[in-house]
C-alpha cells in the first residue's frame, strides 16, 4: 500500500470570472522508503502539487489518500500534525524565536511538550549542524543557516511523510550535499517517504525515482 496517493488530482483557480486550470488529472504515489524527485519548468504546477500532498491546499476535484485513507478536507490540521513534515522554500520561520524555538514551536504544535520537545528539537538541530546557532533569531542567520532551520523543523518529530520544496536552493555545496545525505538515510534507515520539488541536480543523486511535471500533468 502507497503511503501517499493521489488519483486524478486537479485544481482551478479562478482570475476574475476566468478558470484557470493548473493541475490537469494527476496520478502519482510513494512508497515508504522511497525518495521521488519533481522536477518541471517554473509555472508548470510543481509546488501547488506538493501544496496539495501536504494538505495545505485543497484540489478542485480527485482524491488523495495518505496512509490508505482518503484524506477528510475537515481534518487537514490533524492530518499535517501527524503524518506530514513540510520545508518551505520561503523558510516560514517566527522572527522572534530562535532557531531552536523554531523548532520546539512546531513539535509543541504536535503534541510534543516541554523536555520532550526541547531535547527532540536540540537533536534535529544538531543533525543540521547548527548546534552552535541554535540560540540565534532568524534575522541573525544567513539563509542556508534559515533553510537548515526549516529543514529542522520538518524532520523533528518523525513524520513518515516529508515533502520539501526546493531545500538545497539557499545551502552551498558542502551542506547541500550534508542535507541530502540525511535525507537518503531517512528514507532508506526509518523507512520515510520524501517527495522533493527541486531544480538542483544533484537532488537525482538521491533520489529513487524522478517525475517531470509539464503544464499540470505529469509527464
Request: net charge neutral; glycine share 8%.
Given at each position: ?26 496520478d ?54 501527524r ?39 536540540q ?23 534559515k ?9 523533528a ?63
Amino acid at each position: 500500500m502507497s503511503i501517499l496517493q493521489t488519483r486524478r488530482i486537479e485544481k482551478d483557480f479562478h482570475e476574475g470570472r476566468e478558470v484557470v486550470p493548473v493541475l490537469r488529472g494527476i496520478d502519482f504515489a510513494v512508497e515508504r522508503g522511497e525518495i521521488v524527485s519533481l522536477e518541471g519548468p517554473s509555472g508548470s504546477g510543481k509546488t501547488t502539487f506538493l501544496s496539495i500532498l501536504g494538505c495545505i491546499l485543497t484540489p478542485t476535484r480527485g482524491e488523495l489518500l495518505i496512509e490508505g485513507q482518503e484524506v477528510d478536507q475537515r481534518k487537514l490540521a490533524e492530518i499535517r500534525k501527524r503524518s506530514l513534515g513540510f520545508v518551505f522554500q520561503q523558510f516560514n520561520l517566527f522572527p522572534s524565536l530562535t532557531a531552536l524555538e523554531n523548532v520546539e514551536y512546531a513539535l509543541n504544535v504536535k503534541g510534543m511538550k516541554n523536555r520532550e520537545a526541547r531535547d527532540e528539537a536540540q537533536r534535529v538541530i544538531e543533525a543540521v549542524g547548527l548546534g552552535d546557532r541554535q540560540h540565534f533569531l532568524p534575522r541573525e542567520l544567513s539563509g542556508g543557516q534559515k533553510q537548515r532551520v526549516a529543514i529542522a523543523r520538518a524532520l523533528a518529530g518523525n513524520a513518515p511523510i516529508l515533502l520539501a520544496d526546493e531545500p538545497t536552493a539557499n545551502l552551498d555545496t558542502t551542506v547541500g550535499t550534508q542535507i541530502l545525505e540525511m535525507f537518503r538515510a531517512l528514507a532508506k534507515q526509518e523507512n520515510r517517504a520524501l517527495v522533493i520539488v527541486t531544480h538542483d541536480p544533484k537532488v537525482r543523486s538521491i533520489s529513487d525515482r524522478v517525475v517531470k511535471i509539464q503544464d499540470g500533468a505529469l509527464v
